[in-house]
């Protein structure tokens, strides 16, 4: 087992800088998910730890051993790619105890092995047959089964659970927590998926053009997101922000008005507060922030989501299941005031 540090890593492709002076030390035993949109460097950051590349300047540890330059296989991580990256012709048996068969464990106890994490992943029945003829979340799991077959420094996973469908996804996500508290072993896991990050990491590193936004407990950084991109990025649906301005600690969108707040003007404000901290009220009660029409009432089951017109935007608010507003109908909203963020809109930083 082992901690993961990077120290000022910049890799560039040409002149393209993918990922910028990047600092960060994964804990051994940790769980840590890069999240970011597409194109943000997660990739790379976790390929220069595999070596498959090398990084531009700076340097990567694995405990104390400096990495750069050190070939994959002697780096003792193990990588579970998006695509499965299994060898076809190879029954799934053979495709699990590769890495065992390379570093020359002997048949009798890679067998054994073998039967141990099929057993694991559910795949003992299917130990003869060929990656074509398994399903994708059975390809997933092979995948999964030929990096825990052995127990590495380092668990590099790529969008695992990508390829597969939504009930699959949500199936192996918890499959992979249960997994990750049998192994304890450091775990780089790269994903666009904030609930995938939000569940499994144990903290989350929010990447943004090539440099980490914020890195925090999932509860932290949904709780107190330091920048717009990463209050927006977290959150489903997404957290309102709507920009307006602030005036005498009072900030105003077209009418919507929470006061309060300490810094007095901005004259680029953006306001951001999550659908579950918005509440409906009646039009007429004397402290709402907002009175508009309804302008659209979608139920979801487990409760409805309510959305407003304002000026040209929407903003959405997660009402009761058995919430009863019609389209049109003019409703007041109130926010919980000590779960609204405030942003300036130039720096992007938070600022209340
Ligand atoms: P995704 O979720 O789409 O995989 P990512 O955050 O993992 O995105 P990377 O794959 O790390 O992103 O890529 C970061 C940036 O570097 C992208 O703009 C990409 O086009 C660029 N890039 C990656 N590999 C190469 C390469 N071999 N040559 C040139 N540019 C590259």
Redesign the pocket.
């Known amino acids: 087992m082992a901690s993961v540090t990077f120290k000022n890593v910049c ?1 560039k ?2 002149e ?1 800088v ?2 910028n002076n990047f600092n960060l030390e994964i804990r051994d035993r940790e769980f840590l998910v ?1 999240l ?12 220069m730890v595999a070596g498959l ?1 090398e990084a531009t300047s700076g340097d990567i540890f694995i405990d104390a051993d400096r990495i750069n330059g050190v070939l994959p296989k002697y780096r003792d991580v193990a990588m579970v790619f ?1 695509s499965y990256a299994l060898y076809p012709h190879l029954t799934v048996e053979d495709n699990i105890g590769y890495p065992l068969k390379i570093r020359k464990v002997e048949p009798a106890e890679r067998k054994r092995r073998i039967a141990e994490v099929a057993r694991r992943v559910e795949l003992d029945t299917m130990l003869s047959r060929l990656p074509r003829e398994l399903s994708g979340g059975q390809r997933q799991r092979v995948a999964l089964a030929r990096a825990i077959v052995r127990t590495p420094r380092v668990f590099l996973m ?2 695992p659970l990508s390829n597969l469908d939504a009930k699959l996804r949500t199936q192996m996500r918890a499959e992979l927590k249960h997994l990750q508290h049998e192994l304890q072993v450091t775990t780089i896991y ?1 994903t ?1 998926d904030q609930i995938e990050a939000m569940t499994l990491a144990h903290r989350v590193a929010v ?1 943004n053009k ?1 440099v980490i936004e914020q890195l925090g407990t999932p509860r932290e950084i949904y709780n107190d997101p330091r920048t717009l991109f990463v209050a927006g990025f977290i959150g489903s649906p997404p957290m309102n922000l709507i920009p307006g301005e602030v005036k005498e600690g009072i900030f105003n969108s077209a009418g919507f008005r929470v006061g309060g707040f300490a810094r007095a003007n901005i004259s680029r404000a953006v306001l951001g507060v999550r659908p579950e901290d918005v509440h409906a009220a009646l039009a007429e009660d004397d402290d709402v922030n907002l009175v508009a029409p309804i302008y659209s009432v979608e139920l979801t089951g487990e409760n409805t989501l309510v959305s407003l017109r304002l000026a040209g935007q929407l903003v959405t608010l997660r009402a009761d299941k058995n919430f009863s507003g019609q389209i049109d109908q003019e409703i007041g909203i109130k926010v919980a005031r000590d779960r609204v963020f405030l942003f300036n809109g130039e720096t992007q930083a938070r600022v209340d």
């Open positions: 890799k492709f040409g393209f993918a990922v890069l970011g949109p597409s194109g943000c460097g997660k990739t790379t950051t976790m390929r590349e998006q790529d969008e790269v666009h990447m090539g």
